[in-house]
C-alpha cells in the first residue's frame, strides 16, 4: 500500500492508498517543528484505531510546500515504515505534463499534483481552483502542458484579516448570508457575510471569465478543497469538484515513476 503525503499550509493529510483507491486517510495541522517521532505515534495511533498494519506500507510519496517539514517526514517513511519515499518536485521525477513555465521550480508541488490529476481524468483545457489557505486557479491544456495559474488570497486568510484590522467587526462564518437575505447588508454580520460570500463568488467568476478569454477551444474548471462544494452550490463557473484531486495526483505520479 502507498502512503501518500500532501503537506499545505495548514493541514498535513496522510492518505493510505490501494490502487487507485483511498482507503484510509487522517489530517493533522502543519508545524515545522513536529519530528518524525511524534507523527509516528500520531499516525500509528490511527492505523491501529482502522486495524491497518505498519507492515501493510510498501511505498511512500510526499509534497510539501512548507519546506521544513520535508525533513522529518522524510524520517518517518523511512524509520517507521522502512521505505524511501518519493518527492514531488520539479526535474528527477516523471509528472506526466510538461510545465510551460519560464523557471518551472517556482510552481509549488500542490498545484503540480493537481494538475496531474485533472488532466488524467478529464479531457481538454482545464481550469484547476484550489480552496486552500490560498486560492490557486491552475491552467492544464489538452495536451497536457501547465502553464501557469493564479494565486489570490484563501477566503479565511480574507476574513481572518478583516477580523484581526477592524476592531468592532465579529468574526463571522463562511456562508451566504441565510434565508431571503439579499446581497445589501441590513446589519453588520449581514453586510460581512456578503462581502466576504459574494464577494468571493465574484472573484471565482470574474478571474474563471479572464482566464478562459486567453485561451483557445472550451475550458472544463476543477475545483477542489475544503470549500469547494460551498461555492459549487452558489456559481456557475465550476464544472465539477473532485475533493480528493490531490490525493489522486499523488497516486498517479507514484505509479509514473514506479521503478525509479
Same mark, same amino acid.
Given at each position: 500500500?502507498?502512503?501518500?503525503? *500532501?503537506?499545505?499550509?495548514?493541514?498535513?493529510?496522510?492518505?493510505?492508498?490501494?490502487?487507485?483507491?483511498?482507503?484510509?486517510?487522517?489530517?493533522?495541522?502543519?508545524?515545522?517543528?513536529?519530528?518524525?517521532?511524534?507523527?509516528?505515534?500520531?499516525?500509528?495511533?490511527?492505523?491501529?484505531?482502522?486495524?491497518?498494519?505498519?507492515?501493510?506500507?510498501?511505498?511512500?510519496?510526499?509534497?510539501?510546500?512548507?519546506?521544513?517539514?520535508?525533513?522529518?517526514?522524510?524520517?518517518?517513511?523511512?524509520?517507521?515504515?522502512?521505505?524511501?519515499?518519493?518527492?514531488?518536485?520539479?526535474?528527477?521525477?516523471?509528472?506526466?505534463?510538461?510545465? *510551460?513555465?519560464?523557471?518551472?521550480?517556482?510552481?509549488?508541488?500542490?498545484?503540480?499534483?493537481?494538475?496531474?490529476?485533472?488532466?488524467?481524468?478529464?479531457?481538454?483545457?482545464?481550469?484547476?481552483? *484550489?480552496?486552500?489557505?490560498?486560492?490557486?486557479?491552475?491552467?492544464?491544456?489538452?495536451?497536457?502542458?501547465?502553464?501557469?495559474?493564479?494565486?489570490?488570497?484563501?477566503?479565511?486568510?480574507?476574513?481572518?484579516?478583516?477580523?484581526?484590522?477592524?476592531?468592532?467587526?465579529?468574526?463571522?462564518?463562511?456562508?451566504?448570508?441565510?434565508?431571503?437575505?439579499?446581497?445589501?447588508?441590513?446589519?453588520?454580520?449581514?453586510?460581512?457575510?456578503?462581502?466576504?460570500?459574494?464577494?468571493?463568488?465574484?472573484?471565482?467568476?470574474?478571474?474563471?471569465?479572464?482566464?478562459?478569454?486567453?485561451?483557445?477551444?472550451?475550458?472544463?474548471?476543477?475545483?477542489?478543497?475544503?470549500?469547494?462544494?460551498?461555492?459549487?452550490?452558489?456559481?456557475?463557473?465550476?464544472?465539477?469538484?473532485?475533493?480528493?484531486?490531490?490525493?489522486?495526483?499523488?497516486?498517479?505520479?507514484?505509479?509514473?515513476?514506479?521503478?525509479?
Amino acid at each position: 500500500m502507498l502512503l501518500a503525503i *500532501d503537506v499545505g499550509n495548514t493541514n498535513i493529510v496522510f492518505a493510505i492508498c490501494e490502487g487507485d483507491e483511498i482507503r484510509w486517510r487522517w489530517r493533522i495541522s502543519t508545524d515545522g517543528q513536529r519530528t518524525a517521532d511524534e507523527y509516528a505515534v500520531w499516525l500509528h495511533q490511527l492505523m491501529q484505531l482502522e486495524g491497518v498494519e505498519r507492515g501493510l506500507i510498501d511505498a511512500a510519496i510526499i509534497a510539501t510546500v512548507v519546506p521544513p517539514t520535508l525533513f522529518n517526514l522524510q524520517r518517518l517513511a523511512r524509520k517507521y515504515f522502512n521505505v524511501e519515499p518519493l518527492v514531488v518536485a520539479v526535474g528527477g521525477i516523471n509528472l506526466g505534463l510538461r510545465i *510551460d513555465m519560464p523557471n518551472p521550480a517556482e510552481v509549488g508541488a500542490d498545484r503540480l499534483v493537481n494538475a496531474v490529476a485533472a488532466h488524467a481524468a478529464h479531457p481538454g483545457n482545464l481550469i484547476v481552483v *484550489d480552496f486552500g489557505t490560498a486560492t490557486t486557479f491552475d491552467v492544464v491544456s489538452a495536451d497536457g502542458a501547465y502553464q501557469g495559474g493564479v494565486i489570490a488570497p484563501g477566503i479565511n486568510l480574507s476574513m481572518d484579516a478583516l477580523y484581526q484590522a477592524a476592531a468592532k467587526l465579529p468574526r463571522i462564518a463562511v456562508e451566504p448570508p441565510g434565508g431571503n437575505l439579499g446581497v445589501i447588508g441590513k446589519g453588520t454580520v449581514h453586510a460581512m457575510q456578503s462581502g466576504v460570500f459574494w464577494g468571493y463568488v465574484g472573484l471565482i467568476e470574474g478571474l474563471v471569465q479572464r482566464i478562459t478569454s486567453e485561451i483557445n477551444g472550451p475550458v472544463t474548471v476543477i475545483a477542489t478543497g475544503g470549500l469547494a462544494t460551498l461555492f459549487n452550490r452558489h456559481t456557475s463557473a465550476i464544472d465539477s469538484v473532485d475533493g480528493d484531486l490531490t490525493i489522486r495526483g499523488l497516486i498517479r505520479i507514484h505509479a509514473l515513476n514506479q521503478g525509479q
